[in-house]
């Protein structure tokens, strides 16, 4: 019963220390994303909202973008590159995937931050500081787009000047 963690770990995370790491991060992100697929697809029960199929696809692809680059990783593609974590494309797929997020969320939208944070948090630890402040103008130039197209933001607004004219 003891044995097969230590036959499975190795067959899912590789036998190369340095790779097992890799693995190990990304299948964390991996995780992370699907759980924020989840929320999304909680948020959007088929009676709540009309944008169902758009949420299906959003987590289809989040999900299956970050299953990719883990399987890159985990068969050692990725080793040829300078960055064979891949970190900046993961950081930069999940931003992009949390602003799309951000727009689909409607009115639960306040959770899509948190999960911001975590990517740039986790994201920064290992890049040095030219990327750091690269993909944090690349987080807020997505989220900012993200909040023009927001529905939420061409709702129509009350006025609250005193010169408007009231409804009866």
């Known amino acids: 019963m003891h044995t097969t963690p230590r036959r499975l770990f190795p067959c899912i995370l590789s036998r190369?220390?340095?790779?097992?790491?890799?693995?190990?991060?990304?299948?964390?992100a991996l995780l992370?994303?699907?759980s924020s697929a989840l929320v999304m697809l909680f948020l959007h029960h088929p009676s709540a909202n009309h944008h169902l199929d758009a949420v299906r696809w959003w987590a289809a692809l989040s999900v299956g973008g970050?299953?990719?680059?883990t399987?890159?990783?985990?068969?050692?593609?990725?080793?040829?590159?300078r960055d064979p974590s891949?970190?900046?494309?993961?950081?930069?797929?999940?931003?992009?995937s949390g602003a799309v997020?951000?727009?689909?969320?409607?009115?639960?939208?306040?959770v899509v931050?948190?999960?911001?944070?975590?990517?740039?948090?986790?994201?920064?630890?290992?890049?040095?500081?030219?990327?750091?402040v690269g993909i944090g103008l690349y987080a807020m130039a997505a989220f900012s787009v993200s909040v023009v197209v927001s529905p939420r933001f061409y709702a129509p607004r009350r006025s609250t000047s005193w010169m408007a004219p009231t409804q009866p």
């Open 101 to 110: 997020a951000y727009v689909l969320a409607g009115e639960g939208r306040g």
């Open 86 to 96: 891949l970190t900046l494309v993961q950081m930069a797929w999940t931003i992009t």
């Open 32 to 34: 992370l994303m699907s």
């Open 16 to 28: 190369d220390p340095y790779r097992r790491v890799r693995v190990g991060m990304a299948l964390l």
């Open 113 to 132: 931050p948190s999960v911001l944070a975590m990517i740039l948090f986790f994201g920064a630890l290992g890049l040095p500081p030219r990327q750091v």
């Open 66 to 69: 970050l299953a990719v680059i």
């Open 71 to 81: 399987l890159l990783i985990r068969t050692g593609w990725s080793e040829r590159l």
